[in-house]
C-alpha cells in the first residue's frame, strides 16, 4: 500500500506549545508541503492523524479548526499536493478516549473508513507517543526532528531502533530512494 501517514504539528507545520490556535498561526515548516507533493507524485496517498486536545480545551473551536487546514489544503495545492483526508483526536488527556496518540484509535479509524491494513505503512511524526500508535498497530515509524523532535532525541525517550530524519523533506527523499 502506497500510502503514508503523517502527524501534523510539528511534521507539516511548525509546532506551538501553545497550541496551534488560528489559521496565521499555521506555518508551513519549510519544504514538508513540496515534499508531500513529492509523495503523491510517487503515488503515494498522503493522510494526517493528529492529536488536538486544543478543541477539548477550548482553545480553538471547530470552525477555527476548519479554518486551519483551508489553509494547509490550500498551501498544498500550489504544490500539487493533496491530503486525502484528516483523522484527529479532539479530546484531552484525561477524557479517556481511545483515539489520542500514543493510542492507535486514529489509526485504527484510517483502517475501518478506507478498509485497509496499515500494518507496515510508514508514519512520520515527532513525538514518542507518534511512534508508540505507529507500532501498536504494526507501522513503521519515523522520526524527525522538527516540532518536539530533536527535544524528545536529546531527553532518550525514542528507541534507538526508529529512523530520524532531519524534517519531512528528508524523510520523503530516504522514502523515495527506498522505493
Ligand atoms: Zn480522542
Known amino acids: 500500500m502506497k500510502l503514508i501517514i503523517l502527524d501534523r504539528d510539528g511534521v507539516i507545520n511548525e509546532d506551538s506549545d501553545d497550541y496551534i490556535k488560528t489559521e496565521q498561526e499555521w506555518q508551513a515548516i519549510p519544504g514538508s508541503l513540496q515534499a508531500i507533493a513529492r509523495l503523491n507524485h510517487h503515488g503515494y496517498r498522503v493522510i494526517v492523524a493528529t492529536n488536538q486536545s486544543g478543541l477539548a480545551r477550548g482553545k480553538l473551536t471547530l470552525k477555527e479548526f476548519n479554518k486551519i487546514h483551508r489553509k494547509m489544503h490550500t498551501h498544498l495545492s500550489q504544490y500539487g499536493g493533496v491530503i ?12 479517556g478516549c ?6 492507535p484509535g486514529l489509526f485504527m479509524e484510517i483502517e475501518k473508513r478506507l478498509r485497509i491494513s496499515l500494518h507496515d505503512v510508514i508514519a512520520i ?3 514518542l507517543s507518534d511512534i508508540e500508535a505507529a507500532l501498536a498497530i504494526g507501522s513503521k515509524p519515523l522520526l524527525v526532528r522538527t516540532g518536539k523532535g530533536q ?26 530512494e527506498a522505493g
Do not use: M, W
Open 125 to 127: 511524526g515527532d513525538r
Open 84 to 95: 486525502e483526508a484528516v483523522f484527529f483526536c479532539p479530546h484531552g488527556p484525561d477524557d
Open 98 to 103: 481511545t483515539c489520542r496518540k500514543p493510542k
Open 151 to 176: 527535544r524528545q532525541i536529546d531527553q532518550g525517550i525514542i528507541p534507538g531502533d526508529i529512523p530520524i530524519y532531519n524534517d519531512l523533506a528528508h524523510a520523503t527523499s530516504a522514502i523515495l
